[in-house]
């Protein structure tokens, strides 16, 4: 039975099995610490996601109000500078973490996205599209520190634990789902009669929270011989099975799930609804992405991370069934909550199935490369969207959906498949 369960954790070949030994044996922190920085990661990713939520609620559609009237297709823009920022930043954020520590590095994106916040408010009030265009590149900056929280869970947490830590710090997410869409709704007429300015001044004050919070954090640096050892070439690393699968899990699940949630409150407006209708949509659909988690984990232990992969493949090619089905307000909330679960599953399992792919000297650039490719995905994504909805209509969105979804869930079952032959008992 413990061979079984420890096969199911792993998913690996043997190979890369023994090679995922050297971070086992290099955790200084006893569980208690453990679940302590996981409990301090999962409250700040809470905030975090929170700001993430006001900002998807309210940025398409504060854009779509500062532009003119033959620049409207532009709505989606600020959302594409998030996710650009982001991409630019993930790289050099982890790369910078990896030597002044992850608190550190935290601290500099709740600065970031203070910033963010201020500047998004005198945008509002100035009426001027490209300072909200500078606040969400400052946003973008923000959550490319902060998307690390998941990973430094991991950084410190035994193999065994390591789904559960980023699974948990991921649920963090459902507070988010309530909290982050209701203020929004709360804080849009703070600043009347200046629309959605309260939204950013709201944005402000949570990543003043966060940078407070995480000043609580113990995470070990690396040493300085792991830091001079740099491991093994990236290109080495990338060929491993297990990296393209995780890779294609994480890209392919987060771009659908960005193509579809940049494009449903533009999507909404044009069928008649309203601010607060499209506000609720977006609330069930982060409930839907975190609320998972709380379980994801377990299901990785108990059926395996490529068995959870290939199934939140299949949820979100549902999302995209159900919105070409109709455009009622039903579908908008159904769908959205299909994406947001198939996300949770196809990003949690990719980033699990991530820790077993490095040793700690090369995590810095194996992390970087994942995120660097995920949020390069995701900024396309994020352009193409406001594009499509402008040019081609929302069946076309979702529409695209389809072959990279079976992308996803075809590569689990082909890893799955491999290991298969080389050990029938570890893959049952």
Same mark, same amino acid.
């Given at each position: 039975?413990?061979?079984?369960?420890?096969?199911?954790?792993?998913?690996?070949?043997?190979?890369?099995? /023994?090679?995922?030994?050297?971070?086992?044996?290099?955790?200084?922190?006893?569980?208690?610490?453990?679940?302590?920085?996981?409990?301090?990661?999962?409250?700040?990713?809470?905030?975090?996601?929170?700001?993430?939520?006001?900002?998807?609620?309210?940025?398409?559609?504060?854009?779509?109000?500062?532009?003119?009237?033959?620049?409207?297709?532009?709505?989606?823009?600020? /959302?594409?500078?998030?996710?650009?920022?982001? %991409?630019?930043?993930?790289?050099?954020?982890?790369?910078? %973490?990896?030597?002044?520590?992850?608190?550190?590095?935290?601290?500099?994106?709740?600065?970031?996205?203070?910033?963010?916040?201020?500047?998004?408010?005198?945008?509002?009030?100035?009426?001027?599209?490209?300072?909200?265009?500078?606040?969400?590149?400052?946003?973008?900056?923000?959550?490319?520190?902060?998307?690390?929280?998941?990973?430094?869970?991991?950084?410190?947490?035994?193999?065994?634990?390591?789904?559960?830590? /980023?699974?948990?710090?991921?649920?963090?997410?459902?507070?988010?789902?309530?909290?982050?869409?209701?203020?929004?709704?709360?804080?849009?007429?703070?600043?009347?009669?200046?629309?959605?300015?309260?939204?950013?001044?709201? %944005?402000?004050?949570?990543?003043?929270?966060?940078?407070?919070?995480?000043?609580?954090?113990?995470?070990?640096?690396?040493?300085?011989?792991?830091?001079?050892?740099?491991?093994?070439?990236?290109?080495?690393?990338?060929?491993?099975?297990?990296?393209?699968?995780?890779?294609?899990?994480?890209?392919?699940?987060?771009?659908?799930?960005?193509?579809? %949630?940049?494009?449903?409150?533009?999507?909404?407006?044009?069928?008649?609804?309203?601010?607060?209708?499209?506000?609720?949509?977006?609330?069930?659909?982060?409930?839907?992405?975190?609320?998972?988690?709380?379980?994801?984990?377990?299901?990785?232990?108990?059926?395996?991370?490529?068995?959870?992969?290939?199934?939140?493949?299949?949820?979100?090619?549902?999302?995209?069934?159900?919105?070409?089905?109709?455009?009622?307000?039903?579908?908008?909330?159904?769908?959205?909550?299909?994406?947001?679960?198939?996300?949770?599953?196809?990003?949690?399992?990719?980033?699990?199935?991530?820790?077993?792919?490095?040793?700690?000297?090369?995590?810095?650039?194996?992390?970087?490369?994942?995120?660097?490719?995920?949020?390069?995905?995701?900024?396309?994504?994020?352009?193409?969207?406001?594009?499509?909805?402008?040019?081609?209509?929302?069946?076309?969105?979702?529409?695209?959906?389809?072959?990279?979804?079976?992308?996803?869930?075809?590569?689990?079952?082909?890893?799955?498949?491999?290991?298969?032959?080389?050990?029938?008992?570890?893959?049952?």
């Amino acid at each position: 039975m413990q061979k079984k369960k420890r096969a199911h954790v792993q998913d690996l070949p043997p190979a890369a099995a /023994i090679h995922n030994d050297q971070p086992m044996r290099r955790v200084p922190q006893s569980p208690l610490h453990q679940r302590r920085n996981v409990a301090l990661l999962a409250l700040a990713q809470a905030l975090f996601m929170s700001v993430q939520a006001m900002g998807t609620s309210a940025t398409p559609l504060a854009g779509y109000m500062l532009l003119a009237e033959t620049e409207k297709w532009l709505a989606t823009t600020p /959302i594409f500078l998030v996710h650009l920022a982001i %991409m630019g930043t993930t790289v050099p954020a982890s790369l910078l %973490m990896a030597r002044i520590g992850r608190r550190a590095g935290f601290t500099l994106g709740a600065v970031a996205g203070t910033g963010a916040g201020l500047i998004g408010t005198l945008a509002l009030f100035q009426q001027s599209f490209p300072l909200l265009c500078l606040a969400t590149v400052l946003q973008g900056m923000q959550a490319a520190f902060f998307w690390y929280f998941r990973l430094a869970a991991a950084d410190v947490s035994e193999p065994a634990f390591r789904p559960k830590a /980023i699974s948990l710090v991921m649920a963090g997410g459902v507070l988010a789902g309530v909290l982050g869409p209701q203020t929004a709704k709360w804080a849009v007429d703070w600043l009347q009669p200046v629309t959605f300015a309260g939204i950013y001044l709201a %944005m402000a004050l949570f990543s003043v929270a966060i940078g407070a919070l995480v000043q609580f954090i113990r995470i070990p640096h690396l040493s300085a011989a792991e830091r001079a050892a740099g491991g093994r070439p990236m290109l080495l690393i990338a060929r491993q099975p297990a990296y393209r699968v995780a890779l294609a899990a994480s890209v392919f699940g987060y771009a659908v799930m960005t193509l579809t %949630m940049s494009a449903t409150p533009l999507a909404m407006l044009a069928c008649g609804f309203t601010f607060n209708d499209s506000a609720s949509v977006i609330q069930a659909h982060i409930v839907g992405m975190f609320l998972p988690s709380f379980l994801t984990g377990h299901l990785i232990q108990r059926f395996g991370v490529l068995r959870i992969i290939a199934a939140g493949g299949l949820i979100e090619l549902g999302c995209a069934i159900v919105n070409l089905s109709g455009v009622g307000f039903g579908n908008f909330l159904l769908a959205n909550v299909l994406v947001g679960i198939g996300w949770n599953f196809a990003f949690v399992g990719g980033s699990s199935l991530l820790t077993t792919t490095y040793a700690p000297s090369e995590r810095a650039k194996v992390q970087a490369s994942h995120d660097f490719t995920v949020y390069s995905a995701t900024a396309m994504a994020a352009a193409v969207s406001g594009v499509l909805a402008a040019k081609a209509g929302w069946a076309v969105i979702n529409l695209a959906a389809v072959p990279l979804m079976f992308t996803v869930s075809g590569a689990a079952l082909w890893l799955l498949s491999q290991q298969r032959r080389v050990s029938p008992a570890a893959a049952k």
